[in-house]
Every structure is written in structure tokens, then in C-alpha cells.
């Protein structure tokens, strides 16, 4: 049986789910932003630069970014979140970091950290990507220097299609095989800057996907680029 | 040939193209990939000719020398007092910087300067691993007594101070206020507690409407608005006595060294028989 | 702060001017947003001014306590977000979400706001449990009350999730609200000086010298915390609480 009709009625197979963006949302930070895309809301809060401690953790040659990705108890699909980092907490943090280090040009502030906090009050998938989504606008908000945004989605493939910002219901589809991409790409160099991959998927099909992804981001790309501007107005 | 693709003032975002072609010249907070120039962070665009640059908009103070700041004493060292600039870098002020006054060795500096006291301070040197040093030697430098102490945008204190602190001088004189803005975005306000609040408002509505025209005539209309005519004279007439005294105390101040010296250091010995 | 800016505070104070303009028993804008997280079974979004607070309830069912076996469960807890302060950092929580999280919780418990028996699904076997976690978003003041304010909301939001006596489907929810039917707000007075304020700002906050929890529910108090270095006299806790009370009424009328 092929895949037909969205789950959730979305009338195309690449078709994002509704984005609201905005930035100075938090007024105690540097910077901030909220990106909400269909159930998914992130928020995110950059401090710094600011001093590091301990000593040994600086690097004299530029400033450090630190990433802290967490999900509020309430916000999961299922059971409550027991507080704290866990695991999978710790490994997105680090892959949100990742994805954002290639923008930012952190030389001018030698010895101290930019730090990163990425709340979610509720999600539906995706949560990663809009943080990152969130964590790129704050940054720029915080008036980090840096050479682009970072726009990311989950690609994906449900059954025989190739679909764009899986739901979860997507991610939970049994009636074939399923793959959660999530992918995050620096838009003025087209590169990628995190991939992540579970399910299964042809090599085809994947770089077909990452293709459409990369398509589908300008339309994240805007939204971002428009709530920043709208604060300064 | 080149195209500048953007207007003065525009509004742009990282990675935004600025301009295309080799003829155009990246500036201050542009780069350059491939054929265009793009920005580098957040802020204005600015264009001179065939040179786009970015005026900044946000961010946090970065110490730069020869800035005044306002400064906390967050820690006491052998050599003098470690300071938080409200940037990512402390600042390090040396006894020899701190006052004109002698320094006897071992003395206790918190009597001086104690933990969470303010001071305006200069910057007098950044090393490139930001090592920051300041000095109270200066007209103007000194520990900061009471009053209370807001924080704005770093980038809109020119504004704030105005041209040749037209602007500041404007407010002090309104509300009889005393006011000292430092560059690194703390501004420190004593004065009448009402006259206080709409010092504060009126320096807020500079910061919000830095960007815009006409923002004399409008903080100008506000002060009017909040405070009557009559009250205003009186208090431009206390600002401008006030203001002459501290200029007759810093010289008082200065022939009375000798004398204060003498009585620091006898406090000190006193200190000493103490312990 | 320091002894000298703390001293200008008061002298303010002592005047009946606020560094932001209100009066002294005056609270900043209350504005309630219900249902702000669709994870959760029930959820509200607080704004004191510029301080900004958000509540979830999640339902689940639970074995209840030996000692109460026919009773549902509820607990409050807090994180201040290292995202909603520069002075909040991460790790395990510390004492002030913790007192935080214990203050509130005792008031709604207190108070019997809800109606544990009604959560009992199978005596000594299954009731419902409720998870009230409040996150902060930004700091400018008072997180105590804001919270206080936020759980009664979020609870007040929430609605049962469909479940069959084996599984709860998360996804469907029911019309059935919970049984609440008191809202016991908490409300904090500081005593700066000799003045008593409520709903303090960032730089009132530091000053203080002590400060008084009342938790106020139908014109009687459940619950009490007083913070601070400082003691209080018998007449000024009289004072406070009925302070507190007083500001109790109006504050419930958000709800």
C-alpha cells in the first residue's frame, strides 16, 4: 500500500507545516526567538558573550558556543519529561552546536562562551530543527557576528514518497518503511551543517530527498529573515 | 559593473547580499563570497560610494580603550581590584590607578573600593586576549555614591549622550538629576525620586527611538509633558549651581589631599592595632 | 547591591515612589493565556510585566500512597530556565526553584484546591496523578507569585485524556476538567526599609529585607513562607497578610 494522502491533510508531500517566527521574545537575553512550525515551539535564549569558567575551558584563540537543548515535563506527545539532561538531550545539544559553528565567527571574543538555551514548551516532531532554527535568529538577535543564518527541516521518506517536516504521526506511520532526516543547511552556501538519519532509505532516495530539503528551506530561510527585521523596524 | 543592493538605513540579517560584483568594497561587518558582499551580522546598512558597511544594532559592549565605563568592584586582589565591565571581559584596576591618594602596603583596599561599588573608570589598555586596564586617574573618574543604576543598549549610548552631551545635558538639566552614562551601556541617575523616574523614562524613549529623526525636539516635548515649565526652570537653575560646586569641591578636594591622606593612613594604623 | 544604592531604594521608597512608577501595593499588568501547550493536558502562560512564567499539568495514572490509597496524586515543581535569567544556570535545581516549587505546592495541597478523592480510579490500585511543572521564561521579579498564579491556571486549563482502564491515550482528550474548585493564591509581600510593597522588581527584589509568602484561599490563609535575613514583628505580619489577602481578591479575578 503507497502512501497517498498526509496524515495530518497537508495537501502536498513537501508542504511545511504553518511557520510563525519572532525574535526579542525574552528580555533579560542577549538575544531571543521563538520558531513555531505546525505543534512544534521552540524558544531560544542566547547570554554572552560572556566570561568562562572554569579557566582551563577557555580557548584563547576565539569564543566557545555552548548549546543546551531541553524539553520542558509537558511538552512531550506521551508522558511527562522527567526534568534534567538526559541522553538524547545531551546528543542534540551537541549536534545543534555543530550546526550552527560554521556561521558564526567567534574570533573577536577570545576566552569567552556564547550560550545557547533551547526550551520547548510543546512538540510534534521536529523539535531539533526548530531549535536550531530559533537558536540561529537569537544569535543574530544577540548581534553575534556571522556569515549566514541556519535553516533546518526533517526530510524524510514515508512509505514510497519523499515528504518534508514529518509530523509525528509521520515519524509513526507503520503501514511501510519510514525515514527521519532531520537536516540543517547554511543557505548562502547551499552546504549542509547537521544530518541525521533513522529509519531506512536508498541512496537515491536520500540525496533526492536532501535535494528537496535544501528547496523547501527558503521558505524557513524567509520567515527566519522577516521576524528578524520586523523587531528593528 | 557592480550593483549596490541595498538603500542607507536598510535593515539587513546575516548572509543578506549587500551588493555583487568585484568593484563594490566589503566594509565593516560585510564579507565577501564570490561575487557579492554579504553581511556579517545584524544592523544597518550603510553605503558610501562603492563601500557597504554595517552600523550594529545589538550586541553585547566590547572593551575598547580610551571608552569611560561605569564598572562593578566584584573582587579585591593583592594588587589592586578586579572589576565586571558588563562585557565578557573583567577589568583590572591597580592601586597606583586608583586614586591620587597613598596607598600604604597592606592596607585594606575595601575601604577604598568595596565589593559592589560602582565606579566610572577609563579604559587605558586591551591586550588581544583582552586583558582589560582601567584608571580613576582622570577628571570625571570616581566611585559613584548611592543613586541607582539602569542598563541600555550599548550601541545607542551616542545617542543617549547626544552631540557634545547635548542630549544628557538636556535631561540632567530638566530634572535636576544627576547623570553619568557609561559606554559600556550603564547609566548611573541620582536625583529627586519622581525627577528620577522620568530622567529614566526619557533616557528609554532615546534608546527605543535612537534610529529616527527629529529625537531632540521629541524627548524635548516629553520632558514638557512630564514636568511644568516653572519646575523645570528651577531645577536647570539647581542642575547648573550644582554642577559649579562639584567643579569648587574637586579643587577643594585637591588642596585637602595632604589632609586626607594623613587620615586614611591613621585609619588604617588604627586598623592594624586592631588586629 | 550595594548598602548606599539599597539606602537610596528606600528613600525612595519612604516617599511612595517606585523605580517603576507604581504604587507600593500595586501589582504590574496581570495577563493570563490559557492552553499554550498542546503536550500538555492542561497549560497557561502568566505575564507580570515584563516577567514571564509558563505551567503544565500532565496526567497520568499512578498506584497511589499506601497511607493514601483512594486519593490521586499532585506535585508541583519549578526550573528557572537558565533561558530566563543570566543568573540562573543549569544543572540540578537549587534552592530557590526548590523553595519555589515547595511554596506553591503547598499551597494548592493545602488548600484541597482539588478534590483528591475524585482522582481515585480503583482504591489502593490506580489514581490519577498530576505533574504541575512551571518553567521560567523571563525573570523581572517575583517568579513566586507569577508561578502561583500559573498553576491555578494551567489547572484550571486541563482536561482528562481518554483512557480505557489499561492505556491513556495521550492524543484524545475529554471534555472532563479536573475537580478544582478552590483557586488558593499565593501573594508575596517585601518589606523594604519600613515599607511593604508587593510584586517587586528585579532591583526591589535585591534589596529586601525580608519577605512574607501568604497563600490565600476563600478569605482564609493555607498556607506561609517567610524569606529573608531579616525578622518581622507580630504587627507587621499582621500587616502583610492582610496586605496579601487584600491583593488575593483582586489577583483571582485574572483567573
Known amino acids: ?233 | 559593473m557592480g550593483e549596490i543592493k541595498v538603500k542607507e538605513k536598510d535593515i539587513v540579517v546575516p548572509g543578506d547580499i549587500l551588493a555583487t560584483g568585484m568593484d563594490c568594497l566589503p566594509s565593516y561587518g560585510t564579507y565577501r563570497l564570490g561575487d557579492d558582499i554579504r553581511a556579517a551580522r545584524l544592523g544597518l546598512a550603510k553605503v558610501e560610494g562603492k563601500v557597504v558597511k554595517i552600523t550594529s544594532l545589538s550586541g553585547r559592549y566590547i572593551p575598547k580603550r580610551g571608552d569611560t565605563i561605569i564598572a562593578k568592584i566584584y573582587d579585591v586582589i593583592m594588587s589592586g581590584w578586579l572589576l565586571d565591565t558588563n562585557s565578557a571581559y573583567h577589568a583590572m584596576l591597580g592601586m597606583k590607578e586608583a586614586t591620587s591618594r597613598f596607598i600604604q602596603k597592606g592596607a585594606d583596599l575595601t575601604r577604598i573600593y568595596a565589593l559592589g561599588d560602582y565606579v566610572v573608570c577609563k579604559i587605558t589598555n586591551v591586550t588581544s586576549q583582552k586583558l582589560v586596564d582601567v584608571s580613576m586617574r582622570g577628571p570625571g573618574l570616581r566611585k559613584l555614591e548611592g543613586g541607582r543604576m539602569i542598563e541600555v543598549n550599548t550601541h545607542k549610548v551616542p545617542r543617549i549622550i547626544g552631540k557634545d552631551g547635548s542630549m544628557v545635558t538636556m535631561i540632567k538639566n530638566a530634572t535636576n538629576c544627576r547623570i553619568t552614562v557609561g559606554q559600556n551601556g550603564l547609566i548611573w541617575v541620582s536625583g529627586e525620586p519622581d525627577m528620577e523616574n522620568i530622567a529614566i523614562q526619557a533616557i528609554q524613549k532615546a534608546e527605543a527611538e535612537a534610529h529616527t529623526g527629529g529625537l531632540t525636539d521629541r524627548i524635548k516635548g516629553f520632558l514638557d509633558k512630564n514636568i511644568p515649565k516653572e519646575a523645570q526652570e528651577k531645577n536647570k537653575a539647581k542642575a547648573q549651581q550644582e554642577s559649579s560646586n562639584e567643579e569648587e569641591s574637586r579643587t577643594f578636594d585637591r588642596d585637602n589631599k595632604f589632609d586626607r591622606d594623613n587620615r586614611f593612613d591613621r585609619n588604617n594604623r588604627f586598623d592594624r592595632d586592631k588586629k | 547591591m550595594n548598602e548606599a544604592m539599597k539606602k537610596h531604594l528606600i528613600e525612595s521608597l519612604n516617599k511612595g515612589v517606585r523605580y517603576d512608577k507604581r504604587k507600593l501595593d500595586e501589582f504590574r499588568k496581570v495577563e493570563v493565556e490559557y492552553g499554550i501547550s498542546k503536550s500538555a493536558e492542561g497549560s497557561a502562560r502568566v505575564k507580570l510585566g515584563d516577567t514571564e512564567v509558563i505551567a503544565g499539568v500532565k496526567l497520568s495514572v499512578e498506584k497511589p500512597y499506601p497511607d493514601t490509597p483512594d486519593e490521586g496524586m499532585l506535585m508541583v515543581g519549578a526550573e528557572l530556565l537558565p533561558l530566563s535569567s543570566p543568573e540562573f544556570e543549569t544543572g540540578p535545581p537549587g534552592i530557590k526553584s526548590i523553595e519555589l516549587a515547595r511554596v506553591v505546592d503547598r499551597g494548592v495541597r493545602e488548600a484541597k484546591a482539588v478534590d483528591v478523592k475524585k482522582l481515585c480510579i480503583e482504591k489502593g490500585e490506580k489514581v490519577w496523578a498530576m505533574f504541575i511543572d512551571v518553567c521560567t521564561i523571563n525573570d523581572a521579579g517575583n517568579l513566586l507569585d507569577a508561578s502561583g498564579i500559573a498553576v491555578l491556571a494551567a489547572l484550571k486549563d486541563a482536561k482528562f485524556p481518554k483512557y480505557d482502564g489499561v492505556e491513556i491515550n495521550y492524543k484524545e482528550h475529554t471534555d472532563e476538567k479536573l475537580p478544582l474548585s478552590k483557586y488558593p493564591l499565593p501573594v508575596t509581600v517585601y518589606k523594604i526599609g519600613k515599607n511593604l510593597v508587593v510584586d517587586p522588581n528585579l532591583d526591589e527584589q535585591e534589596a529586601y529585607d525580608a519577605r512574607l509568602t501568604v497563600t490565600t484561599t476563600e478569605g482564609n490563609i493555607c498556607a506561609l513562607q517567610k524569606g529573608g535575613d531579616n525578622p518581622l514583628s507580630i504587627d507587621e505580619i499582621k500587616q502583610m497578610v492582610g496586605l496579601a489577602m487584600k491583593k488575593s481578591e483582586e489577583l483571582i479575578k485574572v483567573l
Do not use: W
Not at chain 1, 573577536?108 to 516532531?125: H, M
Open chain 1, 1 to 233: 500500500m503507497a502512501y497517498t494522502k498526509r496524515i495530518d491533510g497537508r495537501k502536498k508531500f513537501d508542504e511545511l507545516r504553518p511557520i510563525s517566527a519572532k525574535t526579542g521574545i525574552i528580555q533579560r537575553a542577549n538575544g531571543s526567538a521563538m520558531f513555531q512550525i505546525g505543534k512544534t515551539v521552540a524558544y531560544a535564549a542566547v547570554y554572552g558573550p560572556r566570561e568562562l569558567h572554569p579557566k582551563f575551558m577557555q580557548n584563547p584563540k576565539k569564543g566557545i558556543l555552548r548549546c543546551y537543548y531541553n524539553m520542558m515535563p509537558f511538552s512531550g506527545s506521551g508522558d511527562r519529561v522527567r526534568p534534567g539532561p538526559n541522553r538524547r538531550a545531551k546528543e542534540i545539544s551537541m549536534v545543534t552546536e555543530k550546526s550552527l559553528l560554521p556561521v558564526l565567527d567567534l574570533e573577536q571574543f577570545p576566552n569567552s562562551v556564547v550560550d545557547v538555551f533551547i526550551e520547548f514548551p510543546q512538540t510534534d516532531a521536529g523539535s531539533r530543527c526548530a531549535g536550531i532554527c530559533a537558536a540561529s535568529m537569537a544569535l543574530a538577535d544577540a548581534g553575534i557576528p556571522m556569515k549566514d543564518l541556519v535553516s533546518a527541516v526533517s526530510v524524510g521518506r514515508v512509505d514510497d514518497k519523499i515528504v518534508v517536516d514529518l509530523d509525528y504521526s509521520e515519524e509513526a506511520y507503520e503501514g511501510g518503511p519510514v525515514a527521519d532526516i532531520p537536516m540543517a543547511v547554511i543557505p548562502s552556501t547551499g552546504n549542509v551543517s547537521l544530518l541525521q538519519m533513522d529509519g531506512e532509505i536508498s541512496k537515491e532516495m536520500l540525496i533526492e530527498a536532501l535535494e528537496i530539503g535544501k528547496k523547501k528551506l527558503a521558505e524557513i530561510h524567509d520567515a527566519q529573515r522577516k521576524a528578524l527585521k520586523e523587531k528593528y523596524k
